[in-house]
């Protein structure tokens, strides 16, 4: 089982709609959550952390679940622009520190 | 403010010829620093890191080999270019404390002919 694993997708969604996307965690040791936004060919930058009480940041609401290990993002009314690769990332601290990145979830929004 | 500054952004090598990409991290002090590759089209996979000046950690067997020669500069490097080393290389260095994000360098994009 992979640790960090998420839905490839593709997401294809019209302008406006709203999309979320679950990522799940196989390691209950892991400290600390993100999410990060890829372009194509592009390198990924951080989009949000995300927090036990669940945060906020726009259009973008990221929350996590430690019980069941999931994190999940959720776009509201999609632009054209939010159109990438969404990458969930995981933080372990397991006698040593160590950053797990999902492989990604592709979103197209369109017109 | 941290920068991470990585180089070239694209390089087009024969197969046996040698390579070095070289990164380097302004505005902080004794970062993780990464190396990782991503084939077209898949996630990011992980082939070294290093938590200090020649302190270099391996995470999957391959033609390449990385050094940290100073404290905020890593180093990837093969002696001879294989076709299957094409593909999109990126340096990151991870923030020290709780939450430990990690940011990117532009990514130099190898093709290897």
């Known amino acids: 089982r992979k640790e960090v694993e998420q839905d490839p997708g593709p997401f294809n969604v019209p302008e406006g709609a709203t999309v979320a996307f679950n990522c799940t965690y196989s390691?209950?040791?892991?400290?600390?959550f993100f999410w990060y936004r890829q372009d194509c060919r592009k390198e990924p930058k951080l989009l949000m952390s995300?927090?036990?009480s669940g945060n906020e940041d726009g259009r973008f609401t990221a929350q996590l679940n430690r019980a069941s290990q999931y994190i999940s993002l959720l776009i509201r009314d999609s632009k054209l622009s939010d159109s990438a690769t969404y990458l969930c990332?995981?933080?372990?601290?397991?006698?040593?520190?160590?950053?797990?990145f999902g492989a990604g979830t592709r979103l197209f929004v369109k017109a | 403010s941290q920068t991470i500054h990585q180089w070239p952004a694209t390089l087009v090598q024969p197969v046996g010829s040698p390579l070095s990409l070289e990164c380097t991290v302004e505005?902080?002090?004794?970062?993780?620093l990464y190396w990782y590759r991503q084939a077209a089209g898949r996630g990011l996979q992980l082939l070294f890191y290093?938590?200090?000046?020649?302190?270099i950690s391996s995470e999957v067997p391959q033609n390449l080999s990385a050094s940290r020669p100073q404290d905020r500069q890593f180093i990837l490097s093969s002696k001879k270019l294989l076709l299957s080393d094409s593909g999109f290389y990126l340096c990151?260095?991870?923030?020290?404390?709780?939450?430990?994000?990690?940011?990117f360098g532009q990514g130099t994009r190898l093709t290897v002919v």
């Open positions: 990151a260095w991870t923030a020290l404390g709780v939450r430990g994000e990690t940011f």
């Open positions: 990332v995981v933080n372990l601290n397991t006698g040593g520190f160590k950053t797990i």
């Open positions: 995300v927090y036990s």
């Open positions: 390691n209950s040791a892991s400290q600390s």
């Open positions: 505005g902080t002090s004794n970062p993780n």
């Open positions: 290093s938590v200090g000046i020649g302190q």
